[in-house]
Nanobody, 120 residues
Framework: QVQLVESGGGLVQAGGSLRLSCVAS????????MGWYRQAPGKQRELVAR???????NYLDSVKGRFTISRDNAKNTVYLQMNSLKPEDTAVYYC??????????????WGQGTQVTVSS
């Protein structure tokens, strides 16, 4: 099994910053991609940022220039540095990991979610 543990959410004023972390542990042969999604009340879950093993990164257009995703392969950890936060960034943020496990092969895991609330 694989566990994803997220941390770093909270309440911040508009213009502030937060840093999210997600650590993957357990039976892992290789992690191919790590990313962050978010879901606001009444809206669909959307991709915020994703980093692939080779280094390719994708961002949601509305966070470009404000959010930065990074990854520590040695620690199986992905970070999301969020600057210049806006009230519309308020959502539950979910870590997502695409990995290879022994026997089971390729599988996708989700974190439990961490609340980010930006006040105006």
């Amino acid at each position: 099994q694989v566990q994803l543990v997220e941390s770093g959410g909270g309440l911040v004023q508009a213009g502030g910053s937060l840093r999210l972390s997600c650590v993957a542990s357990g039976s892992i042969l290789r992690i191919d991609a790590m990313g962050w999604y978010r879901q606001a009340p009444g809206k669909q879950r959307e991709l915020v940022a994703r980093i692939i093993r080779g280094g390719s990164i994708n961002y949601l257009d509305s966070v470009k220039g404000r959010f930065t995703i990074s990854r520590d392969n040695a620690k199986n950890t992905v970070y999301l540095q969020m600057n210049s936060l806006k009230p519309e960034d308020t959502a539950v943020y979910y870590c997502n990991v695409d990995l290879i496990q022994p026997v089971r092969g390729r599988y996708e895991y989700w974190g439990q979610g961490t609340q980010v609330t930006v006040s105006s």
